[in-house]
Every structure is written in C-alpha cells, then in structure tokens.
C-alpha cells in the first residue's frame, strides 16, 4: 500500500512541441512538490494533445496553440487546488474529477472559449502527476475490495491495410482494415503474433510487387482492386500463420462520414463511394455493403462507423439488422460524449440503439473525467451522480433527457441501468496523446481490472508513438504477474452481450 501522499505547490503552463503528424501541439507541464513521510521531493509531469484529428463540432474544440497557452495561464492555471492528499487511490480520480467539473462548467459550450487542447492538457497531466506522485499503478485505481481475480487485457486491433481519406487515389472506401489474434494467453503474446502478421504481411505485397509504405496509423498502403482486395489478404496471411478461424479475428473502421459529405448526401440519406468508384449509393445499400463485408469471413467481428456521424439512423439499421452477429462501434457519431451514448445505448430494443460498442478518445472528451465517465457508462460502472452532475455543468441534462424519452426511456437511472443490462464494449483508440507520455495505455490499464468488454487500437505494431502506447501494456503484464495477479485478454467474450460469432 502506497503512503499517504501530499501534493502542493502545483504549476502548470502550457508548451508547444511537434506531434507526429507533422504540425505543432500543445503539451501540458506541471511540476508539484510531493511529500510522502518525512520524504519530499518535486516532481514534473508532462502530456501532449493529439493534433490534427477529430476536430468536428460536437466535440471538445480545440483552439490555436498560442491562445491555448495563455487560456491555461489565464484561465486553467489558477483553478488548480492548493493541495492534494492521497490516502487511497480513490482520491486521485475525485481530485481530477473536482478539477475538471469546473473546467466543463467554465470553458465554454464543447470548451470552445477556453480550448478543448487547454483543458484536456491541464486534465490530462494533473491525472498523471497525481499518479505518479502516489506511487500507484494504473490497474489499482479500481481495484476490487477482494483484489483483482482475473485482470483482462484488452482486445487489440492491428491497423494492416489503409484506405479512404488516408489514401489518395485508392479504389478502398473503407478506411482502415484490421487483424487481432484471439488464441493469446498473454499481452506480450499478442504483440509477438501481431508482429509475424505485419512482417508477413510485407513479405506478401513484396512478392507481389506492391509497396510498403505506411500511412498515418503505420498500416500499409498499396494498390487495391477493389473493397475485398485488403481483406483477402489478411485472411491469406493467417492461413500462411496457421491461424484457425477461431485463433484470429478481423475488424474494419469504415469511418464512413467521408462518403456521406455534401449537405445534399445528408439530406437524402446517401452515400458516395467514390474511391471504388460504385457511385451514390441509397443508405439500405450501404447497409447491405456492410453485411456483405462482415460476411466476408466467419470470424469478422467489429466494424467501426457503419455510416456517417450526421446519420444516426443508419447506424440503428446496421444495429437492428446485425448487431446480434457483430461489433458495432461508433466514433463519429458519438464522439466519446455522453449526451449522446446514453440515448445510443440506452433502448431495451436493439433497434432503437445506435451501436452496441463505442470508441473512447480523450481528445474527443476534453477531460480525463468525462472521458472515464463516458467509458464506465458503457460497461455499466458509472456513478449517477456524478454523471448527472457533469450532464448539468454542460447544461445537456434537459436534452438528454429528452432524448431517452424518444426512446422510451424515462429516466437517467433507467438508462444507466438499461446500459448496464446490455453489456456493451469500449474500444479505446489513438489519437489521444502525444510527446513523450505514455498516456493512452492507462485507460485500458484501469478498466481491465474491473471490465472483460475492452478493445484497443493505436496503429500497426511499428513506428515509435504506436509503440508507446502499446508496450506499457507489456510492462503492466510483467509487473502484475510478478506480484501474483492472474492476467488474461478480452478475447471472443470481450465481445458485446448480445453477440454471438459462430466458428
């Protein structure tokens, strides 16, 4: 058991550091002075923002760098309490929490006035400072009053095949394709065979005479026939690997809000599949597209933004009509914000709920809070209270409740409790840190001790920020083990309740 731990003397400004996607971003610095005992020491804790991604409406809104930098001096700095004790790990999630309510209620509608970059690189770096000062390990925050039974490690998705908007001239509308291994027993296990995948992979477009390049998230990018072309040649791969159908599984992210631009398309319902060039198609074609591609192999099992954010019900089609054989997940559309997951998820009527799965990003949320609010009211952990209270700081209580009426929900708790009843999955993604923290791995690091539904993605096995997100897992693994905590993966129960692959 760590000590009790004394955090004062917290300063934080804000700096401004490449990302990796070639442009600047905004990192968060606080340094603290820690007192633990009759030991006392300062520490220094920093965490960049993911840039130039997710940046539509509806979400945390970021602003430009050097007005950010001054909304935390101005604005975000003196906010921070004067002192933190941490007795149990409990403390460090309210403290956050007591921060980040005052961000949500004084920055401004989604944080535009204060920068959704500010606000989620104070929340960020004061969650690691804390952390970090303590002296606990991610996976104990929520540990169980009898301990940790069986900590899960989540499902990982590889990126293997890039296309769409990550790829100029492709004739692929989906935009990203993937492989997870179900047979490991171990995390480390599971990155050993994502690797042989990825080399494999190579290997294959070199003897074809493809190249290999990587785009953005480091999956490959090449010359496709068609739709299917990247498909077929990861279920090439695992027969190569002597995957059986039931040791591997493949996924999709559609991000299908690149085909669906225009207000036009919007207004009709449609669709333009312009990269493969099958042209504007109705939104039941694009549902049956869907189909045809989770069809594609036995063991498909999650499909990422079915149809576009401005099109809720296509998304209730796809889940209506598949969600009982595939993993749902919806990003665009949710954008990890709670006043739309509740009505999302909250119907007892499958087809009145959009998804059973969503993705989890903390640049999506703008706080570390609000992005682990929107997680546990997904797996059915969340506090009422404290979801209600940060519904009214955002002043969208009224509209959500509305919302959940139109689905024949009457309540908050209802729908809390409906949620909970539905056992549906996160899947946490990328694009949510940036410099040289190891940020993103926490979340799953702190529901797999108390949650199996959890998936995760941060790129293809290589290139270094995939990497940095992928090998704390690793470390985790080693350390739990060595204290003698029992770890497994996700794997095919990790899926949604109502889910049911057959192979």
Known sequence: MAKETIVTQIKLKGIETLSSYAAFT?????????KQGK????????NGVAKGTSDGESEAIYIPNDKAIKSIEKNIAPLLPKKIVIKKPQDILDAVAAFDLKLVEKAGVNKKKWGGNACLAASTTLFQTLLKASGYRPWQLLKPKGGIKTFYFPNIGFNMVCGGEHVPGTKQDIQEMFFFSMKNKSVKSVFQTGVKFFKQFEKNLVRDGKPTGTAKERGFVFPVQDNFEGLNRIKECAKQLGLKDNEWAIGTDNAF????????????????????GQGVITREQLI???WSIVNSAPNFVTMEDPGSEADVTAHKMMTGKYGDQVQVVIDDAAVTQ???????????????????????????????????LATEIVLGLADPKRVESF?????????????LKEVGVNSLKDALENIKKGGFTVFFSHRSTEGSSEFLPYMPLIYGAVSRKIWFKAGAPNGERNLQNYNPLIRAELEMRSKGIKTAIASWKGLPKEVQVKL
Not at 352 to 363: E, F, P, T, Y
């Open 338 to 372: 709670m006043r739309f997951i509740l009505p999302f998820l909250a119907s007892p009527k499958r087809e009145q709920r959009a998804g059973n799965s969503i993705l989890i990003k903390l640049n999506q949320a703008g706080t570390f809070t609000e992005t682990c």
């Open 39 to 46: 030991d006392s020491w300062v520490i220094t804790e920093r």
């Open 391 to 403: 519904l009214k700081a955002r002043k969208d209580l009224p509209q959500v409740l509305r919302d």
């Open 26 to 34: 905004l990192e968060g610095e606080i340094t603290a002075r820690v």
């Open 288 to 290: 049956d597209f869907n």
């Open 257 to 276: 809000s690149e085909i669906q631009k225009t207000k036009q398309l919007r207004e009709e319902g449609k669709y333009d599949m312009h990269f493969s």
